[in-house]
């Protein structure tokens, strides 16, 4: 499968909600989603690395799958509210460049 860019996951997401009367969900209730797959995220994380082993009778989901849900939503979320999450992303990293630039301790060249 060929790598897409932000931008082009935000094109693809939007061409699928688009085709649905009921559109994107509004600023609260995708805040509530979004919430809700953060907390399947985080029962998955729970029943692999943490002391909370999953139920037999609970369907097998993976880390992996339930981060995509999550990014859906973010997706949507952003979406929803016309912002550009490549823009956003180099916001951040720019932040973290400067402001931040100094916190954490950084590997020694060379070494790992």
């Given at each position: 499968?060929?790598?897409k860019?932000m ?6 997401v939007?061409a699928?909600i688009?085709?649905f ?5 509004s ?12 907390g ?10 943490g002391?909370?082993p999953?139920?037999?009778?609970e369907?097998?989901?993976?880390i ?20 550009d999450?490549?823009?956003a ?14 916190r954490?301790?950084?590997k020694?060249?060379g070494?790992?």
């Amino acid at each position: 499968m060929p790598e897409k860019t932000m931008r082009q996951l935000q094109e693809e997401v939007d061409a699928y909600i688009s085709q649905f009367k009921e559109g994107y969900f509004s600023p609260l209730a995708m805040l509530a989603r979004m919430t809700e797959e953060l907390g399947e995220l985080a029962r998955e994380i729970n029943h692999y690395y943490g002391e909370k082993p999953k139920k037999k009778s609970e369907k097998e989901k993976t880390i992996e799958e339930e981060m995509g849900d999550l990014l859906f939503v973010l997706i949507c979320f952003a979406n929803s509210l016309n912002i550009d999450l490549q823009q956003a992303h180099d916001l951040v990293m720019e932040k973290f460049n400067t402001r931040d630039k100094h916190r954490w301790t950084r590997k020694e060249e060379g070494k790992e």
